[in-house]
């Protein structure tokens, strides 16, 4: 198989950028896109000058402001965010047609093919980066090399407004001084579950076999023992699907009697089916996500035989799904609805008896 050309551009602080972009005062101040400090709401996204004092997208606003007192907080304007992210992905499909938008802020792009600036995709990325400053007036990172994986780790390298390359050369060298924290798609739970195993790096990881994998990671193994060697062979997907449609909502004060939790998760699911209804898809899997007031959490999902329609008995499936998470007796900031197992609309479906 041929070595593929793969870039990894990634807008830096993106709504953060376009707030300080778009508001001359916010300029070279610290920035805090999100809920307002004295609200239960969390940080989206903050600039580079606020990041300085630990501050970081997921992190409660409560919390930034304690860090920062003199940080300005700004509520979200994501007409204004998806604006930009369409005039950044006109720029991409200049240079190929081969893109994977990923978020508002992020996409692969392949360009194997591409005989633009001799066929060097570190050119292209630079001058992507060039174009996107020059029309939007906001800066990326991209990184470029012959995977998703790499290029991916590569656009974090420098930041902001980096521009680095991982070569097939480099790829193996890489990988094994890579701390297992730094892998894209390992989370804080696979961190500590690989430390335990004593894998700390993907040296560690390398010395591990696919089966003993397996045991600990399921089907996470095959990716995590393929990286371990530098190979990544997912393909830039033009036709990226949803894998999950969702919806969450974190309340200005505790939410404790349990009709009033299972009345929010109504709202929350019927915004959730709203939303996959308008992409012409049906679900078959609910997931309900509930965060408590210290920040415990917990997620439990139901899949069913057949697709989730608005007029399912909602609250029946509450209390099935959470009769063993202290509804009704302990405090909730969170609570949150996701739709998976996402299939297209068919007549089929439509001709079915509605699941009720």
């Not at 509520?75 to 047609?97: D, G």
Request: hydrophobic share 40%; glycine share 6%.
């Amino acid at each position: 198989m041929p070595l593929r050309k793969i870039i990894h551009l990634d807008m830096d602080a993106f709504f953060a950028a376009v707030e300080q972009r778009d508001n001359s005062k916010y300029l070279n101040k610290p920035i805090i896109v999100g809920g307002a400090p004295d609200s239960r709401g969390v940080v989206a996204t903050c600039s580079y000058e606020a990041r300085k004092y630990g501050i970081h997208s997921a992190m409660s606003s409560s919390r930034a402001f304690s860090l920062c007192p003199q940080a300005i907080f700004v509520k979200p304007r994501f007409a204004a965010y998806k604006e930009v992210s369409a005039l950044i992905r006109q720029i991409f499909y200049q240079y190929t047609a081969l893109v994977e938008p990923v978020s508002l802020d992020e996409a692969y792009l392949d360009v194997s093919q591409s005989k633009l600036c001799q066929g060097s995709a570190t050119r292209i990325a630079a001058k992507i980066k060039q174009q996107i400053l020059a029309e939007t007036g906001l800066v990326a990172s991209a990184g470029v090399s012959y995977n998703k994986f790499f290029a991916k780790i590569a656009s974090d390298m420098d930041k902001p407004d980096g521009l680095y390359l991982i070569t097939p050369q480099q790829g193996l060298a890489f990988v094994a001084q890579l701390p297992i924290g730094k892998f894209h798609g390992v989370g804080k739970a696979t961190e500590r579950k690989m430390h335990d195993l004593g894998i700390k790096n993907g040296a560690d990881l390398k010395q591990f076999s696919l089966p003993v994998l397996q045991q600990h990671f399921g089907k996470a193994a095959l990716f995590f023992y393929n990286i371990a060697l530098g190979v990544d062979e997912r393909p830039v997907r033009i036709d990226r699907e949803s894998k999950s449609i969702g919806t969450e909502t974190t309340y200005s004060q505790d939410l404790l009697q349990s009709h009033e939790i299972y009345q929010q998760l109504t709202e929350l699911l019927d915004k959730a089916l709203l939303k996959v209804q308008a992409k012409k898809l049906y679900a078959r899997t609910l997931t309900i996500k509930v965060k408590y007031h210290d920040f415990q959490q917990i997620t439990r999902s139901l899949t069913f035989n057949k697709p989730i329609k608005s007029q399912l008995s909602k609250t029946p499936i509450f209390r099935q799904l959470l009769r063993t998470d202290g509804i009704g007796q302990s405090k909730i900031r969170l609570l949150g609805i996701t739709l998976s197992t996402l299939e297209k609309q068919t007549n089929y479906y439509q001709q079915m008896d509605i699941f009720d």
